[in-house]
């Protein structure tokens, strides 16, 4: 069922417009190096993913196991979790739509949408910032992943 979700999920992004420029005139995406971008990212993703997704990116626990209510814990961003195997586009588009919305099918999700809470340069700086915790040999894997 999860492989199911995550197929759509990545069909569904496919579908998704994004705005090269993040409806900011700065040119979108997730820049890891961009100190400013980084730096907005940490303030934006203390105050509303570090509640669920931990301070230091470290998830809930047993992020991999549902609740007794069908939902998954949050999973980590840092590089033990799943964060880094999923391009920038499908990273954006789960941030922004939500994971609802993209694996349809009634998919019930903790996560929300931040569609109209966040700007779409605010949800790259998080991306960025997410992306500048990890280890090179993990940004440098995630980099191969845009290539393709």
């Keep these: 069922m999860m492989g199911l979700a995550v197929v759509i999920a990545v069909?569904?992004?496919?579908?998704?417009?994004?705005?090269?420029?993040?409806?900011?005139?700065?040119?979108?995406?997730?820049?890891?190096?961009?100190r400013d971008k980084v730096a907005l990212g940490a303030r934006v993703y203390a105050d509303s993913c570090a509640a669920c997704h931990g301070a230091?990116?470290?998830?809930?626990?047993?992020?991999?196991?549902?609740?007794?209510?069908?939902r998954l814990p949050a999973p980590?961003?840092?590089?033990s979790g799943?964060?880094?195997?999923?391009p920038d586009a499908q990273l954006f588009a789960l941030t922004k739509y939500g994971p609802a919305a993209l694996a349809g099918g009634g998919y019930q999700s903790d996560m929300p949408a931040y569609e109209g809470v966040l700007s779409d340069a605010e949800i790259?700086?998080?991306?960025?910032?997410?992306k500048s915790r990890?280890?090179?040999?993990?940004?440098a894997r995630h980099d191969s992943m845009a290539q393709k």
């Design 11 to 34: 069909g569904a992004t496919a579908a998704y417009t994004l705005d090269p420029f993040g409806g900011s005139g700065e040119v979108a995406g997730i820049d890891p190096d961009d």
């Design 134 to 139: 990890w280890p090179q040999q993990i940004r």
């Design 76 to 79: 980590p961003h840092d590089a």
């Design 82 to 86: 799943h964060t880094w195997h999923h």
């Design 56 to 70: 230091n990116l470290e998830g809930q626990p047993n992020w991999r196991q549902r609740r007794s209510d069908g």
């Design 124 to 130: 790259w700086a998080v991306l960025s910032y997410i």
